[in-house]
């Protein structure tokens, strides 16, 4: 589990796609003070397992379907990376729970300064924007972050310029793609009062039938 709040940025250095799987390997720094093979490291906020690492940098190995289904295939060697080791057990919670499982991408459409402030509005689809709510929360790129507006198809929050400076939102542009992942909680409410066939749910009548209303 990750926090969302991100460690330090990283630049790819190696990148290889081909077969069954790909890898890419990461410079940093903070991150490999403790690092183990194993490991979980968010990069961009996709959870990656380390393979191999040095001193300077590590691997993780990339399957097909995480390319397919993050902007972790557009990196190119030299591209700046967010990276967040997984939660100690001892840690502050400093951001909201993230899981480090993307549920898919989105596009920035607008970046506008507001005072000290900076504005990022974010498209996505329908599947992604049915859980955005203002005043919640959710991860872009693996960044933690207060949603502020919600359109029909949009979103945006305001970062204050520290979040600008030490990740990388501070590089991107319109027309950039982001990763997103929702709020894990609305997944799970949402799987509770509206179960498949199999499953056995929430409802007011069960409610009431045990006593809680």
């Given at each position: 589990m990750f926090t969302g709040i991100v460690e330090e940025v990283g630049t790819v250095v190696g990148i290889q796609r081909g077969g069954n799987k790909s890898f890419i390997r990461i410079k940093a720094q903070k991150v490999l003070e403790d690092v183990k093979l194993g490991d979980s490291i968010a990069v961009n906020g996709v959870c990656l397992t380390v393979t191999d690492f040095d001193s300077a940098s590590f691997q993780a190995d990339v399957m097909n379907e995480t390319l397919s289904r993050s902007s972790l295939g557009s990196l190119?060697?030299?591209?700046?990376?967010?990276?967040?080791?997984?939660?100690?057990a001892g840690g502050r919670f400093g951001g909201h729970i993230v899981s480090?499982?993307?549920?898919?991408?989105?596009?920035?459409?607008?970046?506008?300064?507001?005072?000290?402030?900076?504005?990022?509005?974010v498209s996505?689809?329908?599947?992604?924007?049915?859980?955005?709510?203002?005043k919640g929360s959710v991860a872009i790129d693996g960044i933690s972050l207060t949603v502020a507006k919600v359109a029909e198809s949009s979103f945006s929050v305001s970062i204050i310029p520290?979040?600008?400076?030490?990740t990388v939102?501070?590089?991107?542009?319109?027309?950039?793609?982001?990763?997103?992942?929702?709020?894990i909680i609305a997944k799970y409410v949402e799987k509770l009062l509206k179960p498949d066939s199999t499953a056995v749910g929430v409802s007011m009548e069960l409610l009431a039938k045990n006593g809680f209303i």
């Open positions: 190119r060697s030299g591209s700046p990376v967010d990276l967040e080791r997984a939660m100690a480090g499982h993307i549920d898919g991408t989105g596009t920035i459409t607008d970046i506008k300064n507001d005072g000290i402030a900076v504005w990022y509005t996505a689809k329908p599947e992604i924007m049915r859980y955005i709510v203002e520290h979040t600008v400076a030490q939102l501070g590089a991107k542009k319109v027309g950039d793609t982001v990763n997103l992942e929702n709020d």
